[in-house]
């Protein structure tokens, strides 16, 4: 079945380390997208990218990096620079623009101490 | 620009009781609109989305909803509510225009309580 895969489930990180979480869709969509998810704060965007060896900012992007080398893989890395990392990333794609769903991953929550 | 307000962060109902969610847009565009709902520690689910046409659209696990254009309103509902409807329900936008991350706006969510 096609879907798009989060890695890993949980991830605990002590603070000033940079940690990456992974991203893989096997649904030939197009367009990704990374997102932070907080209690009560719904879920905001932190990167997407519409084509490979592109992407743009979303609303929280400092402290994080991703890259798009390939269609299917849409990694995060969560910097030292970011002052409160921990939370819920949600990964999600969609093969175009307008009336096209996003599909999600199951998430990756991550813990820094 | 657009936006998503959702009334009402906490919602209960008991067994058997109907759900209404309330979901409000403001779009200058005409817009397409989705319902999601989410279960603890997993990714969003999508539920039901409006794109054009028929107004009233009806999704998955008896949910349905209805764009009301005069309103600006998507509010979801389902006549009885099951226990397993217990989740995070979130309502998002999407314009037709694009522009951004092509325009997807999402309200900060409705927690649903079923009561027994």
């Known amino acids: 079945d096609g879907g798009i895969t989060q890695s890993p489930k949980y991830l605990f990180r002590k603070e000033g380390q940079n940690v990456t979480l992974s991203c893989e869709q096997n649904l030939n969509h197009d367009a990704m997208y990374w997102y932070r998810q907080d209690p009560g704060q719904g879920l905001r965007l932190i990167y997407y990218?519409?084509?490979?060896?592109?992407?743009q900012k979303g609303d929280i992007a400092e402290g994080y990096s991703v890259s798009r080398e390939k269609k299917e893989s849409f990694p995060l890395t969560v910097t030292s620079a970011q002052k409160n990392p921990t939370a819920f990333y949600l990964c999600?794609?969609?093969?175009?623009?307008?009336?096209?769903?996003?599909?999600f991953g199951n998430g990756t929550r991550l813990t820094v101490t | 620009a657009q936006s998503v307000t959702q009334l009402g962060s906490h919602v209960s109902v008991s067994e058997g009781a109907l759900v209404l969610l309330r979901c409000n847009y403001s779009?200058?565009?005409?817009?397409?609109l989705f319902w999601y709902v989410q279960y603890p520690n997993q990714g969003l689910q999508l539920l039901l989305k409006y794109t054009t046409g028929a107004t009233l659209v009806k999704g998955i696990n008896g949910f349905e909803a209805e764009f009301k254009k005069s309103e600006t309103s998507f509010h979801l509902t389902k006549p009885s509510a099951h226990m397993s409807d217990a989740a995070e329900y979130f309502c998002?936008?999407?314009?037709?225009?694009?522009?951004?991350?092509?325009?997807?706006?999402f309200g900060k969510g409705t927690h649903l309580i079923i009561q027994p």
């Open positions: 779009s200058s565009v005409p817009p397409y």
């Open positions: 998002a936008v999407s314009s037709h225009s694009g522009g951004g991350a092509d325009g997807l706006t």
């Open positions: 990218s519409q084509i490979v060896n592109d992407f």
């Open positions: 999600a794609s969609r093969p175009g623009q307008g009336g096209s769903p996003l599909h």
